[in-house]
């Protein structure tokens, strides 16, 4: 079973990879980053914020037409990863 450092872990691996991604627009790189930064942010000692807080942001994502579709379908891996996440 994996914890929630490691799924959260991965969650910001994806998401780096989005970031790098050349044919990703600039606000969807931008909104990735958003993401990384609240997943990272030792401030929020609650992984269960983190990862509320990180979904609703990659909902809004996911909804952008200009988003590419495998962007789209790692976004909806993110989320799914990080609804598996609970303090």
């Given at each position: 079973?994996?914890?929630?450092?490691?799924?959260?872990?991965?969650?910001?691996?994806?998401?780096n990879?989005?970031?790098?991604?050349?044919?990703?627009?600039?606000?969807?790189?931008?909104?990735?980053?958003?993401?990384?930064?609240?997943?990272?942010?030792?401030?929020?000692?609650?992984?269960?914020?983190?990862?509320?807080?990180?979904?609703?942001?990659?909902?809004?994502?996911?909804?952008?037409?200009?988003?590419?579709?495998?962007?789209?379908?790692?976004?909806?891996?993110?989320?799914?990863?990080?609804?598996?996440?609970?303090?």
């Open positions: 079973m994996q914890s929630n450092e490691d799924r959260i872990r991965m969650v910001v691996d994806l998401l990879n989005l970031v790098k991604d050349p044919a990703l627009p600039r606000n969807l790189k931008e909104a990735c980053k958003e993401t990384i930064d609240k997943l990272q942010d030792k401030k929020i000692t609650s992984y269960s914020v983190k990862s509320a807080s990180s979904i609703s942001r990659l909902e809004e994502v996911a909804q952008d037409p200009t988003l590419p579709v495998y962007a789209r379908t790692a976004i909806w891996r993110a989320i799914s990863v990080l609804e598996q996440v609970k303090d």
